[in-house]
């Protein structure tokens, strides 16, 4: 049974078609990944299905009752809010109803009513029914799951980053009991004991859902069928992820040698008409020319953007980048133990450890942004660094990336920002909308644009791989080897350090504090 029919779907940015007449049914029980390249309308395609946007065409119909929980890492947070009472909103309609009972004990209490009693044991036996007196219990489950214990349950939601909002509004999610979730990357900010946790549970949901993300070996674990997002069209393939993953090449290939084909055929029949146009074979040449008109021509499966990076550098001449000596960081009391490296000439160094060990912390920690709590972190005097935070936070989320740039670089032309956005793989549509509507993957895109206009000799990179894609992965992976200078890494992915760093520092082994 479907519990989502989508029919002639149409949407478009400015001068970019997303999708065309794009067809396909979730059905209950399915788990659905959805693949595709930065940018083609992976999470626009979420939002249309949650009528946060509207699409150009289109019949979209949810089977009437289901309730949808959205990862929406967007949502707005009263402010004050502690992270235990904004899991206790999963709860609200309980609590109110609770809330409801215990007004009518009271009533019955003053007038001695029995209807308001055989109300009120009404709505006992539905708390009882909805395991309301094992809210507590539950909600600790999924704190511990997600690894939410290391956060804080009075920690102030105002106050977390980014990484640690999102594994919030995931753990609330969970705790709602959707009967079908929609995630967009939900395993950007997870180390592998809570992405073990979260597989375990999707695979334990007897609901159905929708999964963006750019981890194939997640998606292999929790899903029964992908939608792959790719040129212009949405085309879902069944089967376990490798099943349909194969599927799906499948398909390009032979839409790629049917492509050939007919371009060969056109190449034909276009040297034909030019050489019979006005001899004894114009009659012929003019109906080749109809039927070119008439055809049906087919796309080549290579429309997609390729991104590449080059970052700027600035000649030094020390041999001591960058030392740090005895480094105690850390907020109301220190995460690690005191922390001693040096990072050499040219060297590249990764930073790894389960999150929230104090990665984050560390490194704002060497560039002077939180203050040590003891011990130096010293630059050579020529360094010349170049930061990218993880964080997706703008001053303005209306502003355009265009925008953005020229606020922040005013001499530079359009021409120049448009060029180096289409490098990073941004297209002229992306660069004109607001930089609040992109994907993650697209804002990662401009963020590392604004590192290309800053010629440095040492790049700290915190988590530049959330969000992006495999090809985009690689090209900022090459970039970072290409680069001559220094630079200190942190990601979740192991693989990215393959090749890349000459040293890791194991920060888990420093923590003061258990996992």
């Known amino acids: ?30 788990h659905m990944g959805i693949v595709g390249q930065n940018g083609v309308g992976k999470s626009t395609l979420i939002k249309i299905l949650t009528n946060k946007q509207l699409p150009l065409t ?56 029995e209807k308001l009693l055989e109300q009120a044991g009404r709505i006992q036996e539905q708390l009882e029914s909805r395991n309301f007196y094992d809210i507590d219990t539950e ?49 950007n900010y997870l180390d592998t004991a809570h992405i073990n946790w979260l597989e375990d549970y999707l ?23 992908i939608v792959n997002v790719a040129f212009g069209k949405v085309t879902k393939y069944r089967g376990d992820f490798k099943s349909a993953m194969r599927q799906k090449d499948e398909k390009e290939m032979t839409q790629q040698r049917e492509y050939e084909k007919q371009q060969e055929e056109i190449s034909k029949a276009k040297t034909f008409i030019q050489k019979n146009k006005a001899g004894s074979h114009s009659n012929m040449a003019k109906s080749r020319e109809k039927m070119l008109k008439r055809m049906n021509v087919i ?21 001591n980048a960058l030392v740090v000596d005895q480094l105690s960081v850390g907020y109301d009391r220190p995460l690690l133990r005191p922390v001693t490296f040096s990072v050499n000439t040219d060297q590249k160094v990764g930073l790894q450890g389960f999150n929230g060990v104090g990665k984050s912390t560390l490194i704002k920690s060497i560039l002077g942004q939180i203050p040590a ?6 630059f050579s005097p020529s360094a010349k660094v170049n930061y990218f935070s993880q964080d997706l936070v703008w001053p303005n989320r209306k502003m355009t990336p265009l925008q953005i740039i020229q606020d922040k670089y005013p001499k530079l032309t359009q021409k120049e920002i448009r060029s180096q956005l289409g490098r990073c793989g941004l297209d002229a549509a992306n660069a004109m909308k607001p930089i609040g509507e992109l994907s993650g993957g697209e804002q990662t895109k401009v963020k590392l644009a604004l590192m290309e206009f800053v010629p440095s000799n040492f790049l700290i990179m915190d988590e530049p791989t959330n969000h992006l894609d495999d090809e985009t992965k690689n090209a900022l992976k ?7 200078g220094n630079a200190i890494i942190v990601s979740h992915e192991a693989s990215f350090y393959d090749g890349l760093v000459d040293k890791t520092i194991d920060v888990e082994k420093l923590s003061l504090t258990k996992k």
């Open 299 to 319: 796309e080549p499966p290579s429309s997609n953007i390729q991104a590449s990076f080059k970052f700027p550098y600035a000649d030094t001449g020390s041999q």
């Open 1 to 30: 049974m479907a519990l989502l029919s989508v029919s002639n779907l149409s949407m478009s940015f400015a001068d970019k078609d997303l999708y065309s007449d794009a067809t396909f049914q979730l059905n209950k029980g399915e």
């Open 203 to 225: 695979n334990s949901f007897d609901g159905a859902a929708m999964i963006i993300s750019h981890d194939y070996d997640f998606l292999e674990k929790v899903t029964n069928c």
């Open 478 to 484: 090459r970039a970072i080897i290409k680069f001559p």
């Open 139 to 187: 909600v600790e489950q999924v704190i511990n799951g997600l690894g939410l214990d290391d956060i804080g349950r009075d920690q102030t939601i105002s106050e977390m980053s980014g990484g640690q909002r999102s594994k919030i509004i995931l753990a609330k999610l969970i705790l709602e009991h959707p009967d079908v979730i929609l995630l967009d990357e939900p395993t």
């Open 58 to 113: 289109g019949d979209i119909k949810w089977q009437k009752g289901t309730k949808i929980g959205y990862l929406d890492q967007y949502v707005n947070i009263p402010k004050g809010m502690t992270l235990i009472d904004f899991l206790h909103t999963a709860f609200s309609d309980l609590y109110n109803m609770n809330q409801h009972m215990s007004d009518l004990y009271m009533k019955y209490a003053d007038n001695m009513d």
């Open 373 to 378: 709590k003891g011990g130096e972190a010293d």
